[in-house]
């Protein structure tokens, strides 16, 4: 259950096995049902999840039920509703398992503990902020300067697996687009 874990910290960093058996202990398993919901907006986010198999989502929904999808967490990848987490305030986020997924959580106390137990983990903490960052800017980026178009491009170039098993409605909305302007398009390329 801790392969992929022990993959991504591989990739990394450098931990010994002793270690990877430290972090490890410090992450717990839980197996979701298909649109199960990990948090709900006005709770505290007290798990940071790293997805073993399946994909999770962070999304908003606004005062008329309408959904948009901030962020996909597909496997091997870690994520949370970020600020409510950090913080550990009330979330204006969801977190749901798109499909029925495996995911390890850490909880916030362990993720706050866990430099003190595995230095390395600060390393390992600022890479996976780094990347998310960044993924986060290029996606407000190319809500702004890319076509519907380029922005299917992109998603089937960065993550072309997730275009193929998740609805296209989670897909339309992550990419700001109509599920109709998105039907055009799978058919088009």
Not at 41 to 63: E, H, P, Q, W
Not at 115 to 128: C, G, S, T
Not at 169 to 179: C, N, P, T, V, W
Request: hydrophobic share 40%; glycine share 4%; proline share 4%.
């Amino acid at each position: 259950m801790y392969e992929q874990l022990k993959s991504y910290l591989a990739k990394n960093t450098e931990l010994n096995d002793d270690e990877f058996d430290v972090f490890c202990s410090r992450f717990k398993c839980k197996h979701t049902k298909r649109g199960e919901i990990l948090l709900e907006a006005g709770g505290v986010s007290r798990y940071i999840y790293f997805v073993n198999k399946g994909c999770l989502r962070v999304y908003l929904m606004d005062t008329e039920g309408r959904e948009s999808t901030r962020f996909l967490i597909p496997e091997g990848r870690f994520g949370t509703a970020f600020p409510s987490f950090i913080l550990q305030e009330p979330s204006l986020a969801y977190i749901q398992a798109v499909e029925a997924s495996e995911i390890l959580f850490l909880s916030y106390q362990d993720f706050r503990v866990l430099p003190d137990v595995l230095p390395a983990w600060e390393k390992i903490y600022r890479v996976n902020l780094e990347r998310d960052y960044i993924a986060s800017i290029k996606r407000i980026e190319s809500l702004i300067t890319m076509d519907a178009k380029e922005r299917y491009t992109q998603l089937m170039e960065s993550e072309p697996g997730l275009i193929q098993r998740l609805p296209s409605k989670i897909i339309a909305d992550y990419l700001g687009i109509s599920q109709e302007t998105l039907s055009r398009l799978k058919s088009k390329i």
